[in-house]
């Protein structure tokens, strides 16, 4: 959930809770102050009752009017004075109906005899002006909820443009595009901060990793002289006589050193290669004849393992690197070979859009890190760098390289068909 829809979702829930809240308490507290207003006239017409029985020693007669209504009622026994409000009902004559009301019970003594006095109001017009308040009062709130989250949305989506703007270039970074993250200059001053910090943080990547990138360039190339060397001195030390079985082992442990050594150098140095975008030999080819040409070459391989090669080639033509072609195809043939099992099969799917190669395998699913430098499975006697070249290169020309694992077959997935650079020549 985005930020603004947080925000907006809790502002609505806080302030619609608060609207309930105060709602009620305004409801009770207009109410009561109106009940006490109609408690205070009910007591005025209690004092002029006691005064006028009090001055003419005699009960005012009984009144019903449209809003009040008077009676008494002799009482008998020994009776003690007392005074009760209570929420009653009053019978409106004009309108013939029942209405709410309040009443005030008292008594007054006339001549030594209690009688029960009954006042009774009624609380119609209390009742609709405090709906008439409250509606007010919700719809002028409302109002103004609906108003302050219209303004939150639109204020907030613009108010965070800025973030977003940020957000999504530093999603884009390509640490070997070495792209910039741009930005205009904002009046909030933690957006301000933020850019700074991400411009920083970019800067520091970029240099550290173009010092990493010339370290391994200037390493892979001050390692070829020394193996060439050792290489030379090896093969000059083989001329010079019979050996051992003892030396002969030793021998061989050596060449197999350099040799992995020799490769493991070439493969860091064709990584290099590949993000500096130094193999220029772009030129037009047909990615089906040079698949027919490969499945040729692996061909005696895989019949070692008994493992048979399925086609379903289109005729689809790219521009890259020829080499580059090669080095890609070499690696997914050779790993669908390397990861299969004797008798397995292989099925290369070429058209417009991609390229798929799957293989069978009992090995289960790889490691979601096998496009990693070095990434390479436990019974594995290669260098690790296969996959990640191949992921390189796909990235070199905006290819997306995938893998998965269903229906127990390994899946390697090469779409092209947004790729800018490679551009696929429809024949």
């Known amino acids: 959930m985005k930020l603004a829809s947080k925000y907006n979702r809790v502002n609505l829930i ?30 005025v017409e209690e004092d002029e ?45 004009k309108d013939k109906e029942m209405e709410p009301g309040r009443s005030l019970v008292t008594i007054v003594f006339l001549k030594n005899k209690p009688y029960e006095v009954n006042i009774t109001k009624s609380r119609v017009e209390s ?39 940020i957000l999504l270039q530093m999603k884009d970074f390509n640490l070997t595009k070495m792209n910039e993250i741009t930005y205009s200059k904002s009046d909030i001053d933690e957006f301000n901060e933020l850019n700074e910090s991400a411009n ?30 050792i290489n030379s001195k090896l093969d000059t030390l083989l001329q ?90 070499n690696n997914l043939l050779s790993n669908a070979i390397k990861y299969n ?18 293989n069978t395998g009992n090995d289960g699913e790889m490691d979601l890190n096998l496009f990693s430098r070095f990434a390479k499975s436990a019974n594995s006697e290669g260098m690790g760098l296969g996959l990640a070249i191949t992921k390189q290169i796909c990235s070199l020309y905006n290819f997306s390289l995938s893998y998965k694992f269903e229906t127990q077959k390994h899946w390697f997935s090469i779409l092209f068909k947004n790729s800018d650079k490679a551009k696929v020549l429809h024949r």
């Not at 608060?18 to 109106?34: D, E, M, P, R, S």
């Not at 009742?127 to 103004?144: A, S």
């Not at 590949?274 to 080819?285: F, H, K, M, R």
């Open 240 to 329: 010079n006589g019979p050996f051992t079985e003892e030396q002969g082992i030793i021998l061989d442990d050596i060449y197999k050193a350099t040799g992995r050594l020799s490769r493991l150098n070439q493969g860091l140095l064709l990584l290099t290669k590949i993000e500096n975008n130094l193999v220029p030999d772009i030129q037009v080819i047909a990615l089906n004849e040079l698949l027919e040409e490969k499945v040729r070459l692996f061909k005696e391989l895989a019949e070692n393992e008994k493992i048979t090669f399925h086609l379903n080639l289109a005729a689809v033509k790219v521009n890259m690197s020829k080499y580059l072609a090669d080095v890609l195809l």
């Open 127 to 165: 009742e609709d002006l405090v709906r008439i308040i409250l509606l007010i009062t919700l719809g002028v709130t409302g109002i103004l909820l609906i108003s302050l989250i219209l303004i939150n949305r639109f204020a907030l989506t613009r108010l965070w443009k800025p973030f977003y703007k």
């Open 200 to 229: 920083l943080m970019a800067s520091r990547v970029k240099q550290d990793y173009k010092d990493l990138r010339n370290f391994t360039d200037n390493a892979s190339h001050e390692m070829m002289t020394p193996l060439a060397i």
């Open 341 to 358: 099992f004797k008798g397995g099969q292989i099925w290369i799917v070429l058209d417009q859009d991609s390229i798929q190669i799957s």
């Open 49 to 93: 009752i006691k005064q006028y029985v009090k001055t003419y020693q005699q009960l005012p007669l009984p009144a019903s009017y449209l809003d009040q209504q008077i009676y008494y009622r002799p009482l008998t026994g020994n009776v003690t004075e007392t005074r009760d409000f209570k929420y009653t009902t009053f019978y409106n004559p």
């Open 14 to 43: 806080t302030s619609l809770v608060v609207l309930l809240f105060t709602g009620v308490i305004y409801y009770v507290v207009i109410h009561f102050i109106l009940t006490e207003k109609l408690d205070r006239d009910l007591g």
